[in-house]
């Protein structure tokens, strides 16, 4: 697939991910949840992964800190290619789960912002003593310093009192006071790779904005690129360099934010768009609903994946064969037989 970034203009490719295949093991049988994944995250840029739920958006994440559970099966030819900070490319998928240079790699290189921070603070330890384990574990650094770079990190992410907020309990800070410190946590290490994966879902709209701007500022301050996972994407739209479309465990459109906002191709990338509430519209404006649900894994689709919920679907061509991806512009590709011929 084409990359959707512009090399000489954005830096160094930090992660190229090729042909990503990742499996479960269930008692029903062998469920397919990513099925020939491509993109790449340059350094300093955003890509947006976008998709309903069960397209394969976190578990394709989830496989490049190698935090998949224990059922997962990466399929072969799946590459994740990831360049370190002193320059090593290293080949994800050949690591050991649990190995020390994985561990290394999780929260020095690349960190994580979960959707609810509460399920990953401990409720026994001080919000300030989290930070700081998590500052001694990746820099080289004394307790005293480790605490006023906790402190510092609590002010530069927009806690106020920092100070007594470090002493203080997850259970005692507001929904948008954990996020803020999740992300406190996330940075402590300077990690080449920020992956937020639906960061501001639990969070009310003023508070969203304010995360949202919070994390580019510290983007442009820190250098480090992002892959920002969400269902909304009005929430993309502020944030995104590039897009990635996720359907039932594949990409099926993917370009920079001008191309999937004011050029989208894929029925589904359109319907997803038509569902975003318009203002201006009047008062009477009806919601355009993407109709059925997203397939089992376990039922998946003859053909291209979306026929069963597409108004465009081709009878005997979307239903049978499966679409090759198009190349539409140089970082715009869409798989979908109406932009084969």
Known sequence: ????????????????????????????????????????????????????????????????????????IIGKGSSIELTRKDGEVVEITQL???????????????????????????????????????????????????????????????????????????????????????????????PSLL??????????VTIQAQVLEMMKELQNEFGMAIIFITHNLGVIAQIADEIAVMYLGEVVEQGSRRDIFYHAKHPYTINLLNAIPRIGKGKNQRLVAIEGQVPSPLARPRGCRFHTRCQQMIPGRCDVDVPRITQISENHTVNCFLYED
Do not use: C, W
């Open 195 to 204: 992956i937020a994966d639906e960061p501001t879902t639990a969070l009310d």
């Open 1 to 72: 697939m084409g990359m959707t970034t512009n090399e000489s203009n954005n830096g160094y490719h930090l992660l190229k991910v090729k042909d990503l295949r990742i499996s479960f093991k269930t008692d029903e049988g062998i469920i397919t949840a990513v099925d020939g994944v491509n993109f790449s995250v340059d350094q300093g840029r955003t890509l947006g992964i976008v998709g309903e739920s069960g397209s394969g958006k976190s578990v394709s994440t989830q496989a490049i800190m190698r935090l998949l559970p224990k059922n997962s």
């Open 96 to 190: 050991k789960q649990n190995g020390r240079k994985i561990r290394s790699i999780r929260g020095g290189d690349v960190a994580v912002i979960f959707q609810e921070p509460m399920s990953s603070f401990s409720p026994v330890y001080t919000i300030g003593n989290q930070i700081m384990e998590a500052i001694l574990e990746h820099r080289d650094v004394s307790k005293q310093e480790a605490q006023e770079i906790a402190i510092d990190l609590l002010d530069r992410v927009g806690i106020p009192n920092p100070r007594q907020r470090f002493k203080q309990y997850p259970f005692e800070l507001s929904g948008g006071m954990r996020q803020r410190a999740m992300i406190a946590v996330a940075l402590s290490s300077h």
